[in-house]
Structure formats: structure tokens, C-alpha cells
DNA sequence: GCAGCACATTGATCCGGATCAATCACGGCC
DNA sequence: GGCCGTGATTGATCCGGATCAATGTGCTGC
């Protein structure tokens, strides 16, 4: 580790903003940027998908990007900074559905709905491309690879939403979400052994069905058995391969 | 109740089996008829999803419609009967992700992997419409009130994905998974209040994320406390709003 | 600097549901 | 018919994680 930082500190993991894109070409990270590619950048076509992109924020942590029951007009593409998806039910409880790194989409799910069934709510400050979804769907009735895009991005979260299924111990849920972020960072070109914990020990314990005490108890033990190495929210992994096992039963392949 | 059943007996709900429609029309039941309806019957589109749909079946309780890791070619509404999907880790042990009922659809979770991520098994006997999923893509190019369809029942499976999710009682979880089968039953046009139970205590079970003991306690509960009968599989509900009322976390409005 | 507050950690206790176990009911099959 | 395997029910016990509680730690604002 660099001397630069104090001792018994991590230092900063490079932070996971997304490259803007400039005037003709999209963020490299961007979830379209496959479809981009696959229909060619020269294509007429993406001069209309660069119409109907709409970059917007920042937001601020704790700052909504849509709530429950707004209607539903766009989808959210993260371009930097972390998000969560939450329901509220009626008494109050809070539920996490997910958390979105930059890269990935927000608000699939409301298409059905006509409405968000959801809230989504900035960990920290974020940037969104905003795609409008009519004029979206239009144009991907036009360019195969975009609509081709769409389904896989949504059959893609299909999969993920069994991630936290099954009845499983409070250490395999904790590795496998661990590991599930390293190889998410990874996916985008970030650090897969380095990176910021945006959430709380709060929102990670009620997305994983646990306590935050929970939590907190699962990632002491984990730090003890040189798992990790944690401080505060900043994570190091030092046995990947030590933490995939652990949560294998939850993890692909 | 009738007095041809005796004593003690629920009689047999009407079965569940969806209309097969004929050479011009489809299932009255079936998971596009609304897209057809949008399109109108007479468009020679129309005829070319006559072409792409294949009615396949008989399938015998147990026997599976695909398997995990089978090639994704198409996606297969649910003609009558009923299915399980679910996935199997390494250790053997299994996980259902859901319960497929007459007009519904089951692969869209392959899309993405463009291999199936789970198996399909029949609880009873079942008859499904098979998709080419290459022709649908193709067609919803062409006909947007298709593509539409396809995005609006992705968009709900996601939606569908969090009954299970957060922290719930047994008898919240169970009440739930009651009055959602029933609301799925009554929108297809059956009887909402009594019906038969295609899945095993511990398919149920193991769905909810509970023990099979626990479900048989929880239901041995509900019957005592007159909110349903039930026999075997066979279910009346009794008190729909006491059951919604103990499930409402977990239900929708 | 310090007060105030949200979040995190660690310990002690408790409880809901899992697990183990026994019995029972029901078909299928020879 | 009788046998056997599967699934369902009910009871007894146990354990993982929730809950309650206390303390520690790091921001933010004054």
C-alpha cells in the first residue's frame, strides 16, 4: 500500500464516474453502448437516440430521481454516482429492491405499471442519461440492436432479482453480495477488489433480509478471517476467492 | 354446497384449462390475446404469428419443458395445467422461482443468457403455445402493439419477482401467496374463491422460503380460524378480506 | 473547540421457524 | 387384497438471526 495514506486507512478507490461521451459518441459505459456499437455509430439512427438522451442531475444523496407512483415517461441510466430502488409499504417499512452502479438502468419496471412502483434514491451524488421511453420504443422498431437491447436488459434483471432468493445464512448472503458488487465494478471497468460501500450498513442488512447488527457482526468476522479489509465504507477484498465460496450457492456458475 | 359431493368434501373447481381457439383466432386466455385485440384480427400480420406459434403438449406431471441450460430458442405461454420453474445448485438443492398458471408465460428469463437459467416442470398436465423467439423479435419490429406486449410482460415479471422479497411472517408470506393465486386465477377468468392447488406443501414451501411443515401449520391455522377450507389440495377461501388483510404487506394497493 | 446526531460496532437475550421425529392418509402396483 | 412410497399433518426441540441495549466513531454546524 502507497505511504501516501495514514496508516490503518485504505485509500480512496478511483471513483466510479462514467465518461460523459461528447457531442457524437456515448459514455463508454453507457448501457446502450453495445447497441451503439452493434448498429454501427455512423448509423442515422443514432442522431435519434441522441435526441430522445436527456443527460440530467446532479442529484444529491437522499434526492429522489422518480417516486412511487409518478408516471412513467423515462427509464435512468446511471452515469455516475450509486443509487437504490425502495418500496414503502404502508406502515412505513422500508424495502430495498436494488442498488444500481453507474453503467445500469433504473426504472425497467415501470413500464407495466404505467407508473413507479418504486422510489429511486441517490447514495451519493449522481448523474443520469434520462431516455424517454416512447420515443424509445419507436426507434427501437426501426434499429433491431436497440430493441434487442431492451430485451435483454430487462430479462437480465429478471435473473438478478433472484440473487436474493432462497433461504440462505447471513454469510453466504454478505459474500455473494460482496462479490455480486466486485464483479458489477468489474463489468464497467472499475476496481473488483477496491471500492466504496455507498450504502449503509442499514440499506445493505434490509436488502439482504438481515439486520444491520447482522451485518456489521457478518463483516467483523470477515475482516478477522482476512476476508476483507473494511474501514467504514471502504472496502478491500483480499480473498475473492475465499469469499466466492462462501457464497457460491448464491453466485453464477 | 351440492349435495352430490359427500359429506365433508370440496367439490372439484371447474379445470382450469384454457380455451384452445381455432384455426383464425387464439386462446381466449392466451398472454397476447390482448396484443392481438390492439391489432385488430384481420391484420395480415396476424397471420404471420399463426405461423410462429406451435401448440405443444401434452406434458405429463414431472416432466420438464426445458432444462437448465437448454438453448433459448422460444417462450411458452401456459395452455392449461400448471408449472414450476426452478433452479438446482450445485449441492442439489432446489429452488422454485414460480408458479405458472393458464395464460401465462414462462422463458422470458432466458433472453439475456440466450440459455434457459432455470427448469420448467409440469405439476399436472399442461399444454403450452410455443414462441419462436426469433419470429416474435422480427414481428414486434413490425407490429409495435406486440413489441408493447413483450416489454409490458417482462416489465411485470419484474414486478411479480418482489412478492417474496422482505422479511415476512409465515402466515403474511401464505396469505399472500393465497390471494395472489387467486387474483392470477380470477383475471383468466376462473373462480377466484376456490381452486385447486397444482404444487406440493413443499413446492409451496420452498417458494415462500419456509418449511413444509410450516405451510401445513399455517393453513392447519387458517382453516381453524374459518378462513379457508381446505382438503388436500383442494382450497375455498372463506374470508378472502381477512386473508388480504394479514398478507397486505406483501400484496399490491 | 464542542454539541448534536446519524451510523456502526459489540454484547445479552429472545423468538419464529427449521429440524427431527412419529403418525397418518392416499394411491399405485404387483 | 396387501405392500410400499410419497406427501401431509402434528408434536418436541433447537438454533440463527432479530431485538434490545450500551458504547464508540465520525460528521456537521455553530
Known amino acids: 500500500m502507497s505511504s501516501k495514506y495514514p496508516a490503518g486507512r485504505l485509500p480512496e478507490p478511483p471513483s466510479p464516474i462514467a465518461d460523459d461521451g461528447d457531442e457524437t459518441h456515448f459514455c463508454g459505459t453507457c448501457a446502450f453502448s453495445s447497441a451503439c456499437i452493434a448498429a454501427g455509430y455512423d448509423k442515422p439512427e443514432l442522431a435519434e437516440l441522441q435526441c430522445l438522451v436527456e443527460h440530467v442531475g446532479p442529484f444529491r444523496a437522499g434526492e429522489h430521481i422518480f417516486r412511487t407512483g409518478d408516471p412513467f415517461r423515462a427509464i435512468f441510466a446511471v452515469r455516475g454516482g450509486t443509487v437504490k430502488t425502495r418500496m414503502v409499504d404502508k406502515e412505513g417499512r422500508e424495502q430495498v429492491l436494488g442498488f444500481y452502479l453507474p453503467g445500469e438502468v433504473i426504472g425497467l419496471n415501470a413500464i407495466y405499471p404505467e407508473h413507479f412502483p418504486c422510489d429511486a434514491v441517490a447514495l451519493d451524488t449522481a448523474f443520469f442519461c434520462r431516455f424517454s421511453f416512447p420515443a424509445m420504443s419507436a426507434l427501437a422498431s426501426r434499429v433491431p440492436a436497440v430493441q434487442q437491447h431492451l430485451f435483454r436488459m430487462l430479462s437480465k434483471e429478471l435473473g438478478t432479482a433472484s440473487l436474493l432468493a432462497g433461504d440462505h445464512s447471513a454469510d453466504e448472503r454478505v459474500a455473494a453480495f460482496l462479490m455480486d458488487l466486485a464483479g458489477r465494478y468489474a463489468a464497467r471497468g472499475f476496481s473488483a477488489t477496491r471500492f466504496h460501500l455507498s450504502m449503509s450498513r442499514g440499506d445493505i442488512a434490509n436488502y439482504l433480509r438481515l439486520a444491520a447488527e447482522t451485518v456489521s457482526r457478518v463483516l467483523s ?25 462462501i457464497g457460491q450457492a448464491l453466485l453464477p456458475d
Chains 1, 2 share one sequence.
Open 221 to 245: 468476522r470477515f475482516r478477522n478471517q482476512k476476508l476483507i479489509q473494511i474501514e467504514g465504507r471502504e472496502l478491500q477484498l483480499l480473498d475473492p476467492a475465499g469469499l466466492r465460496k
